[in-house]
């Protein structure tokens, strides 16, 4: 009885063995059994994006969008002359998403970073020129945190003339004829806010441009503004150009009559009927040629919000990449996906910032909320696209494992019914 059992467990280990022999030939490397480890394992089943940021399992739309709204990947030719342009609004987190660009993606030539300088050089492969125009590669080359209506009038033509200079031929010149050059550049540059470019992705000479930018929630951005004012921040270098030149003080007047406004209380901040922290968000992601520029008398106040309010959602529905700063890790994940490239290290969430620290009640809340109100739309209708676009693309990508693992199925059941063929002819 002994020796039966024996040999009836001699017959199941030979088995095993067989077994294992048959799958080394049908898929000789480690990615089949690599997928079914992963499957088994309970880390499979937990989703690194949905626990950073607390997002609900199930989310539940608010608006219609198109397919065509929610899929974003664009064919980023990094070697050939597209450029992304990176439209910075203050106190959004784009410092952060700034660095990210600049020091922490998988480049074939990543960018040269130097130690103590908050510029990189980001060139495109063999070639001397950026791929990339922001605040940490090409400085402030449209004016100091310049708006869309600014950098889609500006970009253009400096990029492009710093071409013509480069392919110009080489010749000496005096320190005179050096000012004249700069100096008429300077001009031709200027010359080009009178273009009226109001496409995202316009091209020029064969050059795309994608455009990009960081949203935050309205009332937190607005004490972060609040605080880095309080500190003595005043982006007086800002331009503010608009169909071809700056605010007079009448259309812009300054909140403070000195130098800064260091130290200026919440009430005194949320008091100046003219601060530009006001529904900061919308104003420099819309078309401000379409209301008049900075004029408040060329059309009513509820028709102008509604001008702005459209053409800021429009122009961020047609962004070929924006992301939100409550939602770190899916931030990552939609740029990666929308323009193919993949970051070194995964973005944190930080949700302890100066803005969180600030206790408010719900009285002042409900006031800042008020005077940021076309703010807190536009947030809205952006988290809510910025949801459906992640949840699009999770959908598109486990669509594609799934048509993978079938490929893979098929081909494992072709080997298996080959084996038996072979194993039924020899025998």
């Keep these: 009885m002994e020796d039966r059992s024996h040999k009836v467990l001699l017959a199941l280990v030979m088995l095993f063995l067989f077994a294992v022999i048959v799958l080394q030939y049908v898929c000789p490397g480690t990615e089949c059994q690599l997928l079914r480890l992963r499957a088994l394992s309970p880390a499979a089943a937990a989703d690194p994006y949905r626990a950073e940021d607390e997002t609900p399992a199930r989310f539940v739309p608010r608006f219609n969008f198109s397919a065509d709204d929610l899929l974003r990947r664009v064919d980023f030719n990094i070697k050939g002359d597209d450029l992304i342009v990176f439209l910075h609004i203050q106190k959004t987190g784009g410092t952060t998403f700034g660095r990210h660009l600049v020091r922490n993606i998988q480049l074939e030539q990543p960018c040269e970073c130097r130690a103590g300088q908050k510029k990189c050089t980001c060139h495109r492969p063999g070639k001397r020129e950026t791929w990339l125009f922001s605040r940490f590669s090409t400085g402030w080359s449209c004016g100091l945190h310049a708006?869309?209506?600014?950098?889609?009038?500006?970009?253009?033509?400096?990029?492009?003339?710093?071409?013509?200079?480069?392919?110009?031929?080489?010749?000496?010149?005096?320190?005179?004829?050096?000012?004249?050059?700069?100096?008429?550049?300077?001009?031709?540059?200027?010359?080009?806010?009178?273009?009226?470019?109001?496409?995202?992705?316009?091209?020029?000479?064969?050059?795309?441009?994608?455009?990009?930018?960081?949203?935050?929630?309205?009332?937190?951005?607005?004490?972060?503004?609040?605080?880095?004012?309080?500190?003595?921040?005043?982006?007086?270098?800002?331009l503010h150009v608009c169909d071809g030149r700056s605010p007079t003080t009448e259309e812009l007047p300054s909140c403070y009559t000195g130098d800064d406004w260091s130290g200026c209380s919440l009430q005194e901040f949320m008091d100046c009927p003219y601060n530009l922290a006001n529904n900061r968000q919308v104003r420099m992601l819309s078309d401000l040629s379409l209301v008049g520029c900075y004029n408040l008398s060329v059309m009513p106040e509820e028709q102008r919000n509604k001008v702005l309010l459209d053409s800021a959602k429009e122009n961020l529905k047609r962004m070929a990449f924006f992301g939100l700063t409550e939602f770190q890790r899916k931030t990552q994940y939609l740029f990666e996906k929308t323009f193919n490239m993949n970051f070194i290290s995964p973005f944190t969430q930080y949700n302890s910032t100066r803005a969180s620290s600030v206790e408010i009640d719900k009285q002042t809340q409900q006031r800042i909320e008020a005077l940021n109100f076309l703010d807190v739309e536009l947030y809205d209708y952006a988290k809510d696209l910025f949801l459906q676009r992640y949840q699009y693309m999770r959908q598109k990508e486990h669509q594609e494992a799934r048509r993978k693992r079938q490929e893979q199925r098929k081909i494992l059941r072709a080997k298996q019914a080959h084996l038996r063929e072979q194993g039924e002819n020899s025998s």
């Design 147 to 238: 708006d869309w209506t600014e950098l889609t009038n500006c970009v253009p033509s400096v990029v492009d003339s710093k071409k013509e200079v480069r392919l110009r031929p080489s010749s000496r010149m005096d320190t005179g004829e050096v000012r004249d050059a700069l100096s008429s550049q300077s001009r031709a540059v200027r010359n080009t806010w009178h273009t009226g470019l109001n496409a995202l992705f316009s091209s020029r000479l064969g050059r795309n441009f994608y455009y990009i930018t960081i949203l935050r929630d309205p009332v937190s951005r607005y004490l972060s503004e609040w605080r880095h004012v309080q500190r003595g921040a005043t982006w007086k270098a800002s």
